[in-house]
Nanobody
Framework: QVRLVESGGGLVQPGGSLRLSCAASGTFFSINTMGWYRQAPGKQRELVATITSGGNTNYADSVKGRFTISRDNAKNTVYLQMNSLKPEDTAVYYC???????????????WGQGTQVTVSS
């Protein structure tokens, strides 16, 4: 079982920055891809960015050049540095981890509880 705990959300003015963190804990064999998704009111959850255990990254077009995802495999932690924030970035941000609970188990998607990011003046 994998537990994901996010931190770092809050209220920021347009053009500002925030850094989200997500730490994975529990008992598992390995964590493969980790990532961030977001859900704005009245909209579906959407991908923000993902990073593999080898460091390969993928970003939504809407955040390319503004957001940077990184990962500390030793700490089982993923980060999202968000710069040049816009009001349309306002959403609940969810951490995701694709992990194998045991060596023989299939990969399971785990989700954090979410952290609110509000961009407003």
């Amino acid at each position: 079982q994998v537990r994901l705990v996010e931190s770092g959300g809050g209220l920021v003015q347009p053009g500002g920055s925030l850094r989200l963190s997500c730490a994975a804990s529990g008992t598992f064999f390995s964590i493969n891809t980790m990532g961030w998704y977001r859900q704005a009111p009245g909209k579906q959850r959407e991908l923000v960015a993902t990073i593999t255990s080898g460091g390969n990254t993928n970003y939504a077009d809407s955040v390319k050049g503004r957001f940077t995802i990184s990962r500390d495999n030793a700490k089982n932690t993923v980060y999202l540095q968000m710069n040049s924030l816009k009001p349309e970035d306002t959403a609940v941000y969810y951490c995701n981890a694709a992990a194998k609970p045991t060596i023989v188990a299939p990969i399971i998607n785990y989700w954090g509880q979410g952290t609110q990011v509000t961009v407003s003046s």
